[in-house]
C-alpha cells in the first residue's frame, strides 16, 4: 500500500524546494558565518534549510590532478600506440606514466591525475586511478584530455597548458575552480517574500544588523528610441503594472561562464545569455521577467488582455492548449505570444537568430495566475512567484538590471523609454500594534527599541507611534503580514524563539478542564482496533472541489466554505463529507493496480450554517476489491456489504452499544444501506457508494461516523459477570416471510418475546428462489439459549420456542418451515 502513503502525503503538501546559493547571497549581503551556521539561523527564522550541499564548477573540484611537465617520452615496448613517459609532479621522483594520447610530447605542461584521485569525465561514470602495469610498463598517474576533467568534449589529445607555475600546482589554481554552498529551503506559502537570494538576504539582514547591497543601475541610461514598442494593458485587475523596454542589436550566444555556474548551483540548466539573464533576476530578485523577440511583435504593439473561451495557443513545450475566459495573455495584433505569468510560445521566444528583444516586468494578479497554472498544469518559477505574490515596487528596477545586464554580456542598446503602467499603485499595509500585545504573546518584554530595531530591519516602518503602541507599515511584498499577531511573530522569529527564556513559574491565563472521556485515547484505541482488522490509516486534504457538493443532494451547496486565497482551482472549498478525499486516494491506487483496500480516517468537516462556521469530526471507513490476499489456504471473494457492517458493529461494541436501531438509508451517498442510531440520533451510515458519485472503477463500501457524537457515549461503567457454568443450547428454525422484513425486525421482536434466555442470533442461511412464493424469502435463524442459574430443561426450551414461533406468526407473517 505504498501508494496510499505517497498520494496522502503528496496531495497536502505545499511546500516549495528553494536553492539558494551562499556565493550570491554575498553579493547582497556581508557574511562571515559558516554555511551551517547559516543553515541554523536560516531555519530558526522560519526559513527551514532541509538540504547543505557544496557544488563546485567542476565535478570533484579537481582534486588530487596537479600540473606536470613531460621530461621523457619514448615508444612503449609492447604497445605501438601508447608511450612510456616520465612526468615531474612536483614529487621527489619523477612519475612513470603510460599515455595513449598521440599529441603528447617532451617538454609540455599538462594536467596529471595522481595515483588515488578520482576523475568525473564528462558523460560517464566517475573512476579512481590507480597504480598499475600496462603491457609490462609501471603507470603511476594520468595524464588528461580536456573531457577526462570534466572541462568540456574534447578527447582527440591530452590538454597542453601555457602555464609557468611551478611542478605540482593544484589544477584548480591553474582552472580557478570555483566551490559554492547550496541551501535547499523548505519554502513554506506564506514566505513567498523568500523565494530570491536577496528575499533570504533580507532575513540575514535583520540577523546580522547590516545592510543590503542592491546592484546598481546607476549607469542605466536610454541610448535611442528607434524602437518604440506600444503596450496597451485592457485588463487593469489581472495586470496592475506592466513595465518594459526594447533593446535592439544584442547577440544571443552562450552565457559567460560565472552566470552558468550560478544557474546551475540552484539547478538551472542555462538556455541563453538573454534567458539566462532573466532566469538570474528571478532568482536573484524574486521579479519573473519575460524576453520577447521583438521582431515577432506584429504591428509594434503588445496587448495585455484576455482572449475568448476555448482560444488556441501553442506554449514552448509545442502543446496546443485551449484557453479560458480567464487566462490572461500577453498578445500582439495577431494573437497570443505567451500565456502571461506562466509560459512562452513557441513563436516569440529568444533564439540564437534573435537581434532585437522586448524585456517584459510586470506584476500580476496572484488570482489569474493560480487559476492560469492550474487549468494548463504548468508549473513554473515564474509562476509559483506570481501565485503568492510578487513586488509591485520592483518591476522597474529589476527591469533595468537586466537591461544593464544584457548589455554587458549581449551587447545591444536600450531603445526605447520604460514602459511603466500603473493605473492604480498597489499600498502598503497599516497594522496596529499595542506593546502590551507584544509583551503577552511572546511572553517577554523586549522594549520599544529592540521592536522598533528588528521591525524596520525586516523593511517594516513604524509610524504613528504612542505610549502605547503604533502603526506598522508594511511593503506589499509581505503578502503573510497584515494583522498584529503576524507583526509580533516578525519580531519573535528575528529575536528568536530559543531566547524566550521558560520562567521559573508558569502561569496560564485560563485553566483546562480535563474531560471525562480521553478523546485522544479513544481514537487511539479505536486506530488500534482498525489496524488490527487490517485496516490503513490515511490523512487527505480537508480542501476539496466545489463540484462535488453538486454531486449529491445531500451535501448542501450553500454550506459550503469558500476559501479566500485557495492554492488550486480544484481546492476552492473546504470538505463537508470524508468520502470524496477517499475515493480519490481510492481511485489513484486502483489506476495503479491496488486494488485490495481497507482504509479509515479520522478528520473534520466544514460547513457555514446561518453565517456561522461549523466544524464535525468525523471518523470514515472504506472497503473495496477482494476480502483478503488469496493463498493456497483461503481464496478471496469479492468484499461486500457485510464486511463493512460487521467492523461498523465492532467498533459500535467498543464502545459499549450493541442494542442500536437501524432503517434503510435515505442518503444518496449510497447505492443501498443503513443509518444506525443510538438515543434516536444517527451515528453511522453504512452502505455501498453510488457509483454515480463516485469515479472508483469497482465496488466501494463507505461508513461515516459521527464521530464527535459518538466519542462522547463512550461508556465508562463497566459491570462485569463470571462465565455461566451451564451450557448454551442451539435451536434452528426455517422462517419464509416477506422480502420486506428484514433481520433486525426478527431480532427485536426476538429480545421483546424473551429477554432473559436468549444470548444470541445468527442467520446461517437466507433463500430467495422458485421454491418459496414471488415477494418471499426464507431464513435459517439459529437461536442461542442459556440460562445463568441453571441447566435448560427440554420443557422451558420448548416453550420458548413456541412463544418465538407464535410471535413470529402473528407480527411477521412468517410461515415456520418445519
Known amino acids: 500500500m505504498l501508494y496510499l502513503i505517497w498520494y496522502c502525503l503528496a496531495h497536502n503538501r505545499q511546500f516549495k524546494k528553494m536553492k539558494i546559493s551562499l556565493s550570491w547571497l554575498k553579493e547582497y549581503i556581508e557574511i562571515d558565518k559558516s554555511p551551517e551556521e547559516i543553515s541554523a539561523m536560516l531555519t530558526a527564522t522560519g526559513l527551514e534549510v532541509e538540504g547543505l550541499e557544496e557544488i563546485e564548477s567542476i565535478p570533484g573540484g579537481m582534486r588530487g590532478l596537479v600540473i606536470g611537465e613531460v621530461l621523457t617520452c619514448e615508444k612503449h615496448p609492447n604497445a605501438d600506440k601508447l608511450s612510456k613517459t616520465t612526468v615531474d609532479i612536483g614529487a621527489t621522483e619523477p612519475s612513470p606514466i603510460v599515455c595513449g594520447a598521440p599529441n603528447v610530447s617532451v617538454g609540455q605542461k599538462v ?152 544557474l546551475r548551483a540552484i539547478g538551472i540548466n542555462p538556455t541563453n545569455n538573454v534567458v539566462d539573464i532573466t532566469n538570474y533576476v528571478l532568482h536573484g530578485l524574486g521579479q519573473p521577467m519575460h524576453a520577447f523577440d521583438a521582431d515577432a511583435i506584429t504591428g509594434d504593439e503588445v496587448i495585455v488582455k484576455t482572449l475568448p473561451e476555448g482560444s488556441k495557443f501553442t506554449t514552448l513545450d509545442e502543446k496546443e492548449r485551449k484557453l479560458a475566459a480567464t487566462d490572461l495573455m500577453i498578445c500582439n495584433k495577431e494573437g497570443g505570444m505567451c500565456i502571461a505569468g506562466v509560459f512562452g510560445g513557441t513563436k516569440s521566444g529568444v533564439t540564437e537568430s534573435t537581434k532585437n528583444i522586448f524585456l517584459e516586468s ?197 454550506e459550503n466554505v469558500n476559501i479566500l486565497n485557495y492554492l488550486s482551482e480544484d481546492l476552492t472549498v473546504m470538505r463537508q463529507s470524508l468520502m470524496f478525499q477517499g475515493l480519490e486516494v481510492i481511485a489513484r491506487n486502483v489506476n495503479r493496480k491496488q486494488e485490495d483496500m481497507s482504509l479509515y480516517e479520522f478528520g473534520t468537516t466544514y460547513h457555514l450554517i446561518n453565517d456561522k462556521y461549523v466544524e464535525r469530526k468525523r471518523l470514515a ?129 426476538s429480545t421483546k418475546l424473551e429477554r432473559k434466555l436468549i444470548n444470541r442470533i445468527n442467520v446461517f442461511d437466507v433463500y430467495e428462489g422458485d421454491k418459496i412464493d414471488a415477494g418471499k424469502k426464507a431464513y435459517a435463524i439459529s437461536f442461542f439459549l442459556q440460562d445463568q442459574d441453571s441447566t435448560l430443561t427440554d420443557k422451558v426450551i420448548d416453550k420458548t420456542m413456541n412463544r418465538l414461533i407464535q410471535g413470529f406468526e402473528r407480527d411477521l407473517g412468517a410461515l415456520i418451515r418445519k
Open 111 to 262: 594536467v596529471v591525475a595522481t595515483v588515488n584521485s578520482t576523475l568525473y569525465p564528462k558523460g560517464h561514470e566517475p573512476f579512481k586511478i590507480k597504480k598499475a602495469k600496462i603491457r609490462g610498463e609501471v603507470s603511476a598517474g594520468m595524464i588528461c584530455a580536456e573531457d577526462e576533467i570534466g572541462l568540456g568534449d574534447e578527447h582527440d589529445g591530452i590538454m597542453v597548458l601555457d602555464t609557468s607555475l611551478p611542478n605540482g600546482t593544484a589544477a584548480a589554481e591553474y582552472f580557478s575552480i570555483e566551490s559554492d554552498w547550496v541551501f535547499e529551503i523548505g519554502l513554506t506559502p506564506n514566505r513567498a517574500d523568500g523565494a530570491s537570494h536577496l528575499g533570504v538576504a533580507r532575513d540575514l539582514k535583520a540577523l546580522f544588523n547590516r545592510d543590503i547591497a542592491k546592484k546598481s543601475i546607476a549607469d542605466f541610461s536610454i541610448d535611442n528610441t528607434n524602437r518604440e514598442i506600444k503596450v496597451t494593458v485592457e485588463n487593469t485587475e489581472a495586470c496592475p503594472r506592466y513595465s518594459a523596454l526594447t533593446m535592439t542589436d544584442v547577440t544571443v550566444k552562450q552565457s559567460p561562464d560565472w552566470l552558468q555556474n550560478k
Open 621 to 749: 471507513l472504506f472497503v473495496t476489491g477482494h476480502n483478503i490476499s488469496e493463498s493456497w489456504l483461503e481464496k478471496n471473494r469479492p468484499s461486500h456489504f457485510h464486511d463493512i457492517l460487521s467492523i461498523v458493529k465492532k467498533v459500535l461494541g467498543h464502545f459499549g452499544h450493541s442494542n442500536l436501531d437501524s432503517v434503510d438509508t435515505q442518503n444518496d451517498h449510497f447505492s443501498y444501506g443503513l443509518t444506525i442510531s443510538l438515543n434516536n440520533k444517527a451515528i453511522v451510515e453504512v452502505g455501498k457508494v453510488n457509483p454515480k458519485v463516485s469515479d472508483v472503477k469497482q465496488e466501494v463500501f463507505y461508513a461515516d461516523f459521527d464521530w464527535a457524537y459518538l466519542s462522547k457515549q463512550y461508556n465508562t461503567d463497566f459491570s462485569f459477570k463470571p462465565l455461566s457454568k451451564f451450557p448454551e443450547v442451539r435451536r434452528d428454525l426455517s422462517l419464509v416471510i416477506d422480502k420486506a422484513v428484514k433481520f433486525e425486525d426478527i431480532r427485536k421482536l
Open 362 to 558: 510586470a506584476y500580476f494578479s496572484p488570482e489569474y495566475i493560480r487559476r492560469s497554472a492550474q487549468k494548463h498544469q504548468l508549473k513554473t518559477d515564474a509562476s509559483f512567484r506570481y501565485e503568492r505574490g510578487t513586488d509591485p515596487n520592483i518591476t522597474v528596477y529589476a527591469l533595468k538590471v537586466a537591461a544593464l545586464l544584457i548589455k554587458e554580456i549581449a551587447g545591444g542598446k536600450i531603445s526605447s523609454e520604460i514602459t511603466d503602467i500603473y493605473p492604480s499603485p498597489i499600498a502598503d499595509f497599516e497594522v496596529s500594534v499595542k506593546y502590551s500585545n507584544v509583551t503577552r504573546l511572546i511572553g517577554k518584554d523586549l522594549g520599544k527599541e529592540r521592536i522598533h530595531k528588528i521591525l524596520n530591519d525586516l523593511d517594516i516602518e513604524i509610524t504613528k507611534e504612542t505610549e502605547t503602541g503604533f502603526v506598522a507599515i508594511v511593503p506589499p511584498y509581505r503578502v503573510d503580514v497584515q494583522r498584529e499577531a503576524d507583526i509580533i511573530e516578525e519580531v519573535l522569529r528575528i529575536y528568536g524563539y530559543d531566547n524566550i527564556e521558560v520562567q521559573d513559574h508558569l502561569s496560564s491565563t485560563f485553566l483546562s478542564e480535563f474531560p471525562v472521556n480521553d478523546q485522544d485515547g479513544i481514537q487511539k484505541d479505536v486506530s488500534r482496533l482498525l489496524a488490527g482488522d487490517g485496516y490503513h490509516e490515511i490523512i487527505t486534504n480537508s480542501q476539496t472541489k466545489a463540484e462535488y457538493s453538486e454531486r449529491v443532494e445531500s451535501i448542501n451547496s450553500q
